[in-house]
């Protein structure tokens, strides 16, 4: 009965004190755009070759124009090979293919400067397989904006 009257007390006691007045907005200033998630545009090469055909042309067409529309900071080119090759070889033959769609890229009025490329190598497979495979889903190079 105590506890009831002591709570009932500090209620009464609470209910007196005025509400402070809501805060007042945020002076304006500049807009702070969300995290963007990054685009990737996937391009592919047949067997032990690093030139852009058609079919990659086309996607990075898109990938340039995404570029262009504005928003983006920077470029990342990568190339890869599957596991049919030495590990050196297939380490020059994915800089070949990642060189060639920078070049490509820059072509299509991507400013070098924003463009960075490498390549992987048969590290980092799309589909894992054994050595010596032949798997066209790893021979490929991903631009990432």
Same mark, same amino acid.
């Given at each position: 009965?105590?506890?009831? *009257? @002591? =709570?009932? +007390?500090?209620?009464?006691?609470?209910?007196?004190?005025?509400?402070? #007045?809501p805060?007042?907005?945020?002076? #304006?200033?500049?807009?702070?755009?969300?995290?963007?998630?990054?685009?990737?545009?996937?391009?592919?090469?047949?067997?032990n070759? +690093?030139?852009?055909?058609?079919?990659? *042309?086309?996607?990075?067409?898109q990938?340039?124009?995404?570029?262009?529309?504005?928003?983006?900071?920077?470029?990342?080119? =990568?190339g890869?090979?599957?596991?049919?090759?030495s590990i050196?070889?297939?380490?020059?033959? +994915?800089?070949?293919?990642?060189?060639?769609?920078?070049?490509?890229?820059? =072509?299509?009025?991507?400013?070098?400067?924003t463009?960075?490329?490498?390549?992987?190598?048969?590290?980092?497979?799309?589909?894992?397989?054994?050595f010596?495979?032949?798997? #066209?889903?790893?021979?490929?190079?991903?631009? @990432?904006?």
């Amino acid at each position: 009965m105590k506890r009831a *009257m @002591i =709570a009932c +007390s500090l209620l009464a006691v609470a209910a007196c004190v005025p509400v402070p #007045p809501p805060l007042a907005p945020p002076p #304006p200033g500049p807009v702070v755009a969300g995290p963007v998630s990054a685009r990737v545009f996937t391009v592919f090469f047949d067997w032990n070759r +690093s030139r852009v055909g058609p079919d990659a *042309m086309a996607v990075l067409q898109q990938a340039a124009a995404t570029y262009r529309a504005g928003g983006v900071v920077s470029v990342h080119v =990568a190339g890869h090979t599957d596991t049919s090759g030495s590990i050196r070889y297939n380490q020059r033959l +994915s800089e070949r293919r990642a060189k060639n769609v920078a070049d490509a890229l820059v =072509a299509m009025g991507v400013p070098a400067q924003t463009v960075v490329f490498g390549g992987v190598g048969e590290n980092d497979l799309a589909v894992p397989t054994p050595f010596g495979v032949r798997e #066209p889903r790893n021979r490929r190079v991903t631009v @990432i904006e």
